[in-house]
């Protein structure tokens, strides 16, 4: 269980949002705008505790506290978790 930290778009406010939210419309409780509640697409661990966190993709580099150990790090711009593509860097000689 995590919350989603979201940010309302029109008033700027931030709003901690249960994970079990994620994809619902709901009303900003300062200004009452609807607003969809993003799917967290960002998985990643925190590097202090190694809580599993989740932000969405919009947060990505931008700072976040661990509930856990509630230490202060920063979303990485992808997701630990592996991926499709799968594909390996070559490192070419030089
Ligand atoms: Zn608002
Ligand atoms: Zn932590």
């Known amino acids: 269980m995590s919350d989603i930290l979201f940010k309302c778009w029109n008033c700027s406010k931030c ?3 249960s ?3 994620e ?3 709901i009303y900003c409780p300062d200004c009452a705008k609807q ?3 993003p799917k967290p697409s960002l998985n990643y661990k925190c590097v202090y505790c ?3 966190l989740c ?3 919009m947060y990505a580099g931008e700072e976040a506290g661990c509930p856990s150990c509630e230490q202060i790090l920063t979303i990485p ?3 630990d ?4 593509t799968g594909e390996i860097s070559q490192d070419e000689k030089t």
């Open 15 to 17: 709003l901690a949002i």
């Open 19 to 21: 994970d079990q939210a």
């Open 23 to 25: 994809g619902k419309n």
């Open 35 to 37: 607003l969809v509640i």
């Open 50 to 52: 190694g809580y599993d």
């Open 55 to 57: 932000s969405p993709r």
């Open 77 to 79: 711009e992808e997701s």
């Open 81 to 84: 978790a592996p991926d499709e």
